[in-house]
């Protein structure tokens, strides 16, 4: 069974960093990208950046390119969304979730809900 | 980038009715690389259609996708109680983008 299983969630002060992970399973996890969504409160989805975990290649949307990290270590199966340094407005639930060439987004994580309050 | 935009914003339906969900590309999507996904309150997105109008698996044939190019729609033939939802589009085809739709609610009448 493919499982996406996202880290829990957080609470954290502006300023702080901060590493959320996706570890895949039941199936081959180099085969697939893996994406990361935003969704604020109450909004919609946003797509955020991609990795191909085979070779760590990534791609961001404009609005978050140099705002977060995307990684990943093939060896245990996971992705990395990572900030250095939070925002308020980073508040949101984040998905990750893989990407087929033909069928679109077909797995998701639970989502991992981060909160940036002082 | 490519922009998509979605109609209506919200749909107020009765369980029974059919729902038409809009969606429209700033360009064409290649090769039909657009999907359409659920969203239940406190529930990640659900996978219904991709390539514009295959249904995912499991996906009731009560749902349905059409349309090429620019244009899309997503069909509901009658609306369930467990249908009232967000539903998004998405284009998956060109890269780096893989952008969403801002998402239409069908809520109940």
């Known amino acids: 069974e493919v499982q996406l299983v996202q880290s829990g969630a957080e609470v954290k002060k502006p300023g702080e960093s901060l590493r959320i992970s996706c570890k895949g399973s039941?199936?081959?996890?180099?085969?697939?990208?893996i994406s990361w969504v935003r969704q604020m409160p109450g909004k919609g989805l946003e797509w955020m950046g991609r990795i191909d975990p085979s070779d760590s290649y990534t791609n961001y949307s404009p609005s978050f390119q140099g705002h977060v990290t995307i990684s990943a270590d093939k060896s245990i199966s996971t992705a990395y969304l990572q900030w250095s340094s939070l925002k308020a407005s980073d508040t949101a639930m984040y998905y990750c979730?893989?990407?087929?060439?033909?069928?679109?987004?077909?797995?998701w994580g639970q989502g991992t809900l981060v909160t940036v309050s002082s | 980038e490519i922009v998509l935009t979605q109609s209506p914003g919200t749909l107020s339906l009765s369980p029974g009715e059919r729902a038409t969900l809009s969606c429209r590309a700033s360009?064409?999507?290649?090769?039909?690389?657009l999907a359409w996904y659920q969203q239940k309150p406190g529930q990640a997105p659900r996978l219904l259609i991709y390539?514009?109008?295959s249904r995912a698996t499991g996906i009731p044939d009560r749902f349905s996708g059409s349309g090429s190019g620019t244009d899309f729609t997503l069909t509901i033939s009658r609306l369930e109680p467990e249908d009232f939802a967000v539903y998004y589009c998405q284009q998956y085809g060109s890269s780096p983008g893989f952008t969403f739709g801002p998402g239409t609610k069908v809520d109940i009448k």
């Open positions: 360009q064409s999507v290649s090769s039909s690389y």
């Open positions: 039941g199936y081959s996890f180099t085969s697939y990208w």
């Open positions: 979730a893989r990407r087929t060439v033909t069928r679109g987004f077909d797995y």
């Open positions: 390539g514009a109008s």
